[in-house]
């Protein structure tokens, strides 16, 4: 597990893309990352095929990092995480 830190030195440097949509699968209503200028991802989800252009965006961050902490709380509003052991 990468430290913010770590996370925010290797953006600086471009080893990680930068902005970064939470976007919604049409298919199955899961939410993913996918950073800017992707064409299409893969839902973890279901497996099905997301064009990100057309695909429903949530929220954008201006980082990967940013953008998964986003993602972490909208899943918790959506109720989208599993149960904790
Ligand atoms: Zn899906």
Same mark, same amino acid.
Request: aromatic share 6%.
């Given at each position: 597990?990468?430290? $913010?830190?770590?996370? $925010?030195?290797?953006?600086? $440097? ?12 049409? &298919? ?10 992707? $064409?299409? &991802? ?6 099905? &095929? ?14 990967? *990092? ?13 109720? *989208? ?5």
């Amino acid at each position: 597990m990468l430290s $913010k830190r770590v996370w $925010k030195s290797l953006s600086e $440097k471009g080893y990680i893309m930068g902005q970064t949509h939470i976007i919604e699968c049409s &298919r199955c209503g899961g939410l993913l990352l996918a950073a800017e200028g992707k $064409k299409s &991802r893969t839902c973890p989800y279901c497996g099905a &095929r997301i064009d990100a252009k057309t695909a429903r965006k949530l929220a954008s961050a201006e980082d990967a *990092f940013t953008a998964s902490e986003v993602l972490r709380e909208l899943k918790k509003q959506k109720g *989208f995480s599993r149960p904790q052991p």
